[in-house]
T-cell receptor, first 113, second 112 residues
Framework: DTEVTQTPKHLVMGMTNKKSLKCEQH?????MYWYKQKAKKPPELMFV???????INESVPSRFSPECPNSSLLNLHLHALQPEDSALYLC????????????FGPGTRLTVL | QQQVKQSPQSLIVQKGGISIINCAYE??????FPWYQQFPGKGPALLIA?????SEKKEGRFTISFNKSAKQFSLHIMDSQPGDSATYFC???????????FGQGTRLTINP
C-alpha cells in the first residue's frame, strides 16, 4: 500500500459544529503532516507529527486540534470554525521526520457555512 | 529568505511543445527541490526532485535544470500533452525546519 487516504472527501459544517478529518497511511512512515490549501494557492503547513508526537505547530488557531493515535493514523478535530477556514485540507507523510519526500493524500474539501 | 518565487502564474502551450516553469530562491540552506503536480480536486503528487549537487535530472518527458550559482531551477516538460494540464508547484526543503516551502504555482494548459 503506497498511498495516503483521507476521509471524508467532502465536508460541510456549520460554525457551531464539531467534526473530524481522518488520514491514514500504511507505508510505515513515521512523520505525518496537515496542510491547508486555499483555492489557487500553494499548500500551507499546519502541523507536523514526528513519531506520533506533535513537533511543529505553525501557529494554528486552537479551533483546529490535531491528534495522532498511532503511527498510521492522523486526525484533525474541528470546532467553532469560521467561513474563512473553508479550504482543501491535505494530509501528507514521509518515511521519517526530516525526510524530504512527502506523499500527499487527496484531501478533504471543507466548507464552513 | 524562506520564499520560493515561481513564474509564470499561468502558461498555455500547444500539444507537442515544450513547457517551461521557473523558480528562484534565496536561502542557500535549501537542499532539496521537488516539483509537485496537482490536478483539480486532488492532492499534490511528487513529480520529480533534484538536489543542489546535480545540474540536471531527467525522468521521461520531465527535466529539472538547476543553477546553483543563480539560485534558480526550472521544470521542462517535453512533448507536452493535454493530460499534463494541471497546476505545478516548485518547492524547496528546509532540513532543520522539516518544512517544504512552496512556490505560488503555475497553472499549465496544453491545447490539443
Amino acid at each position: 500500500d503506497t498511498e495516503v487516504t483521507q476521509t471524508p472527501k467532502h465536508l460541510v459544517m456549520g460554525m457551531t459544529n464539531k467534526k473530524s478529518l481522518k488520514c491514514e497511511q500504511h507505508m510505515g512512515h513515521r512523520a505525518m503532516y496537515w496542510y491547508k490549501q486555499k483555492a489557487k494557492k500553494p499548500p500551507e503547513l499546519m502541523f507536523v507529527y514526528s513519531y506520533e508526537k506533535l513537533s511543529i505547530n505553525e501557529s494554528v488557531p486552537s479551533r483546529f486540534s490535531p491528534e495522532c493515535p498511532n503511527s498510521s493514523l492522523l486526525n484533525l478535530h474541528l470546532h467553532a470554525l469560521q467561513p474563512e477556514d473553508s479550504a482543501l485540507y491535505l494530509c501528507a507523510s514521509s518515511q521519517w521526520p526530516g525526510q524530504q519526500e512527502q506523499f500527499f493524500g487527496p484531501g478533504t474539501r471543507l466548507t464552513v457555512l | 529568505q524562506q520564499q520560493v518565487k515561481q513564474s509564470p502564474q499561468s502558461l498555455i502551450v500547444q500539444k507537442g511543445g515544450i513547457s517551461i516553469i521557473n523558480c528562484a530562491y534565496e536561502n542557500t540552506a535549501f537542499d532539496y527541490f521537488p516539483w509537485y503536480q496537482q490536478f483539480p480536486g486532488k492532492g499534490p503528487a511528487l513529480l520529480i526532485a533534484i538536489r543542489p549537487d546535480v545540474s540536471e535530472k531527467k525522468e521521461g518527458r520531465f527535466t529539472i535544470s538547476f543553477n546553483k550559482s543563480a539560485k534558480q531551477f526550472s521544470l521542462h516538460i517535453m512533448d507536452s500533452q493535454p493530460g499534463d494540464s494541471a497546476t505545478y508547484f516548485c518547492a524547496a526543503f528546509v532540513q532543520g525546519a522539516q518544512k517544504l516551502v512552496f512556490g505560488q504555482g503555475t497553472r499549465l494548459t496544453i491545447n490539443p
